[in-house]
Nanobody, 115 residues
Framework: QVQLVESGGGSVQPGGSLRLSCVAS????????MCWYRQAPGKQREAVAE???????YYADSVKGRFTISRDIAKNTVYLQMNSLKPEDTAVYYC?????????WGQGTQVTVSS
């Protein structure tokens, strides 16, 4: 089982930016997609952004134009650049990697947007 470790979370004021990183413990083969999810208190976990093996990206409507997902295959890393952050972006953000065989989750990193 591959381990995914997120970093880059923290507290920021509205309008600020953060960059999340997710590093895999080893090279992952047969990837279908690398994704970011988030879960706010009292809410269900929701998909935020996805990048497929072919490099196509998808975003939740609530983050389009503000968040950008990218990856560095050589570093086994996926990133989430978050700009123009809003209080409603406050959540625990999770990295997710889907392969042809399984799905892997990170432990999550807290993002808090507050003045």
């Amino acid at each position: 089982q591959v381990q995914l470790v997120e970093s880059g979370g923290g507290s920021v004021q509205p309008g600020g930016s953060l960059r999340l990183s997710c590093v895999a413990s080893r090279t992952i083969f047969s990837i279908n997609a690398m994704c970011w999810y988030r879960q706010a208190p009292g809410k269900q976990r929701e998909a935020v952004a996805e990048i497929t093996s072919g490099g196509t990206t998808y975003y939740a409507d609530s983050v389009k134009g503000r968040f950008t997902i990218s990856r560095d295959i050589a570093k086994n890393t996926v990133y989430l650049q978050m700009n123009s952050l809003k209080p409603e972006d406050t959540a625990v953000y999770y990295c997710n990697v889907r392969t042809t065989r399984d799905t892997n989750w990170g432990q999550g990193t807290q993002v808090t947007v507050s003045s």
